[in-house]
């Protein structure tokens, strides 16, 4: 059965803004989680956000893991880019040191890095502290991503998934239109003297509307790549305490044709703060019936943002991490994405 990369996706959807959109509140996205085969160096997120009100600038955000338990992050605004290519089509979300450049819709995007970042520890991150500092650390990196699965489009697989962004707060917390698309990545990543080969996979998120954050009460996300071509991705939110359904929607996918929506049995909420080596194990459903993904962090950066314990219940705190999945026996790295209030963390 062929695979139709686009999902059925307009090719616009993959053009960003030629320029400043006349809603204020107006903002488009590129995010991409990027794990290597091997477990020396990931990326548990790195993009950019652009905001109509302040366009002159986009924010930054690079978060870059390392399995001994190092982190090198950047967060702040940087100059825009010309989003036009040389056919003077607008395919380039640029800010500062970063630029995603999309080659071809749906299917292969190039993110370049060339710039300094901060170095400090995945402990004193857990600490809740913050670097310290001017960034110093030199980081290059030039990463094509090939897609490999059709894009999931939230919302577009499950009515009730449909329902609860469109009704609820969900949706707000979201951001709508969005999409993620997993795919195979090759490149390089140099980290002050440290040169990495890639070889390994991503998930590139695509995001254009109006986004506003409400209260969080926390969320489960992750997505693998297999080496037969098998994929599977989901979000999910913890109950909601008045009683209503909330988001709960995934897919799975084959190798070939379209996504099997699915809905996740079992999610690996956050309990407690580890660099490394938590159960994240996962149980999802599909029409044809039950799988277990079993899984295990490999590589983590957190942000703690009031803390954790008691009188936290305000403060979100948030884990990105580079997973290993294990599924009917084969074995993949790919992404983790939890939050939880602080209050619900064990100490």
């Given at each position: 059965?062929?695979?139709?990369?686009?999902?059925?996706?307009?090719?616009?959807?993959?053009?960003?803004?030629?320029?400043?959109?006349?809603?204020?509140?107006?903002?488009?996205?590129?995010?991409?989680?990027?794990?290597?085969?091997?477990d020396?160096?990931?990326?548990?997120?790195i993009?950019?956000?652009?905001?109509?009100?302040?366009?002159?600038?986009?924010e930054?955000?690079?978060?870059?893991?390392?399995?001994?338990?190092?982190?090198?992050?950047?967060?702040?605004?940087?100059?825009?880019?010309?989003p036009?290519?040389?056919?003077?089509?607008?395919?380039?979300?640029?800010?500062?040191?970063?630029?995603?450049e999309?080659?071809?819709?749906?299917?292969?995007w190039?993110?370049?890095?060339?710039?300094?970042?901060?170095?400090?520890t995945?402990?004193?991150?857990?600490?809740?502290?913050?670097?310290?500092?001017?960034?110093?650390?030199p980081?290059?990196?030039?990463?094509?991503?090939?897609?490999?699965?059709?894009?999931?489009?939230?919302?577009?697989?499950?009515?009730?998934?449909?329902?609860?962004?469109?009704?609820?707060?969900?949706?707000?917390?979201?951001?709508?239109?969005?999409?993620?698309?997993?795919?195979?990545?090759?490149?390089?990543?140099?980290?002050?003297d440290?040169?990495?080969?890639?070889?390994?996979?991503?998930?590139?998120?695509?995001?254009?509307?109006?986004?506003?954050?409400?209260?969080?009460?926390?969320?489960?996300?992750?997505?693998?790549?297999?080496?037969?071509?098998?994929?599977?991705?989901y979000?999910?939110?913890?109950?909601?305490?008045?009683?209503?359904?909330?988001?709960?929607?995934?897919?799975?996918?084959?190798?070939?044709?379209?996504?099997?929506?699915?809905?996740?049995?079992?999610?690996?909420w956050?309990?407690?703060?580890?660099?490394?080596?938590?159960?994240?194990?996962?149980?999802?459903?599909?029409?044809?019936?039950?799988?277990?993904?079993?899984?295990?962090?490999?590589?983590?950066?957190?942000?703690?943002?009031?803390?954790?314990?008691?009188?936290?219940?305000?403060?979100?705190?948030?884990?990105?991490?580079?997973?290993?999945?294990?599924?009917?026996g084969?074995?993949a790295?790919?992404?983790?994405?939890?939050?939880?209030?602080?209050n619900?963390?064990?100490?």
């Amino acid at each position: 059965m062929a695979t139709d990369l686009t999902g059925g996706l307009s090719e616009d959807r993959e053009y960003v803004f030629a320029e400043q959109p006349d809603d204020p509140e107006m903002r488009e996205s590129v995010n991409i989680w990027l794990w290597d085969k091997g477990d020396q160096v990931g990326i548990p997120r790195i993009g950019i956000e652009a905001v109509a009100d302040q366009w002159d600038t986009h924010e930054v955000q690079v978060n870059i893991a390392s399995g001994d338990g190092r982190v090198f992050t950047r967060f702040g605004a940087g100059k825009i880019h010309d989003p036009m290519n040389s056919q003077g089509r607008p395919s380039i979300l640029g800010a500062g040191p970063l630029s995603f450049e999309m080659i071809e819709p749906f299917r292969h995007w190039r993110m370049r890095f060339d710039g300094v970042v901060n170095g400090w520890t995945c402990d004193e991150q857990i600490s809740g502290g913050r670097p310290q500092g001017e960034p110093l650390v030199p980081v290059q990196a030039e990463i094509d991503l090939y897609s490999a699965v059709p894009p999931w489009e939230n919302g577009g697989l499950l009515a009730e998934a449909k329902r609860v962004l469109k009704e609820q707060d969900e949706g707000a917390l979201m951001g709508n239109p969005r999409f993620e698309q997993l795919a195979r990545a090759q490149g390089t990543l140099k980290i002050g003297d440290e040169e990495h080969s890639i070889d390994g996979g991503a998930l590139r998120i695509r995001r254009r509307g109006v986004r506003r954050l409400a209260t969080f009460w926390g969320h489960a996300w992750q997505s693998a790549l297999f080496p037969s071509g098998r994929a599977f991705g989901y979000i999910t939110y913890p109950p909601r305490e008045d009683g209503l359904p909330t988001y709960n929607e995934g897919f799975v996918f084959e190798g070939d044709g379209e996504l099997t929506p699915a809905w996740v049995v079992k999610a690996p909420w956050l309990k407690r703060l580890n660099h490394h080596g938590d159960d994240v194990s996962v149980v999802i459903e599909t029409e044809h019936g039950t799988e277990t993904i079993e899984a295990e962090t490999v590589m983590s950066g957190f942000m703690v943002m009031g803390g954790v314990g008691p009188g936290t219940e305000g403060y979100p705190v948030l884990q990105q991490a580079i997973t290993r999945f294990r599924w009917n026996g084969e074995v993949a790295n790919g992404m983790t994405e939890r939050s939880m209030p602080g209050n619900l963390i064990e100490t």
